[in-house]
Structure formats: C-alpha cells, structure tokens
C-alpha cells in the first residue's frame, strides 16, 4: 500500500521519497499532530490560572485534519478503560539514609541525605 501511495505522490509536484520515507513522514505527521493535540487536551483540562496557549500550540489545519483521521482513542486512550485509582504512601516509609560518596582523590565523605 505504501508503494501504490508513493507512486501517486511522486507523480505530483514536490519531493520526491521512496515508500520508506513516506510511512516515516507519515509517522512524524502522525506524532506531532497528536503531540500537540494532547498538549491542548491537558491544557483543556488544567486547574485554570494559567495563559491561553500560544498560537504555535494551536492545531494547523493539517492537524486538524490527522487528529480527525486517526481519532480521539489514540489521542486520549480507550474511556471505556478505567483508570487504576492507586495511592501511594511514602511519608511512611521515609527514613535517613547514609551515602558514601568516592571523589577524584579517593577520599570518602559521608554525606546524610533527608527524605
């Protein structure tokens, strides 16, 4: 399918690239496009306080039309997948703890590390 695509590509104006080069074209539009729509997704969903994005961080039309194409799964994940609600407790289990240090003179310090 790349070689039929490549084919009709090469034969309009502008760069010439083997079908190799295409899918990785495709692969950065792809990524970038859905980079930088997740970026505004975040942004979106922020806590507010902040400034508008930036005209860079708004989609071009390109975007635009990949983001349509590949759809907002493989932008945002699955919703009908839920997310794991983990806590994670480690005021608990936060103790000193002694590190060696060995400089250039292979002389030691000890040097007492905080949580």
Excluded at 21 to 37: E, G, I, P
Excluded at 47 to 54: A, M
Excluded at 71 to 91: C, H, L, M, R, Y
Aim: with cysteine.
């Amino acid at each position: 399918m790349w070689q039929q695509i490549t084919v009709i590509l090469n034969a309009t104006p502008g760069a010439r690239k083997d079908w190799s080069q295409r899918r990785k074209t495709w692969r950065d539009l792809r990524c970038n496009a859905k980079n930088k729509k997740s970026e505004i997704i975040r942004h979106q969903r922020g806590t507010g306080g902040g400034s508008p994005l930036i005209p860079e961080e708004i989609l071009s039309v390109t975007d635009q039309i990949i983001t349509e194409m590949i759809g907002p799964t493989a932008i945002s994940g699955d919703q009908a997948v839920t997310q794991p609600n983990d806590n994670f407790d480690f005021e608990s289990q936060c103790e000193y703890i002694t590190v060696t240090v060995v400089d250039d003179v292979k002389t030691q310090k000890e040097i007492e590390k905080s949580p």
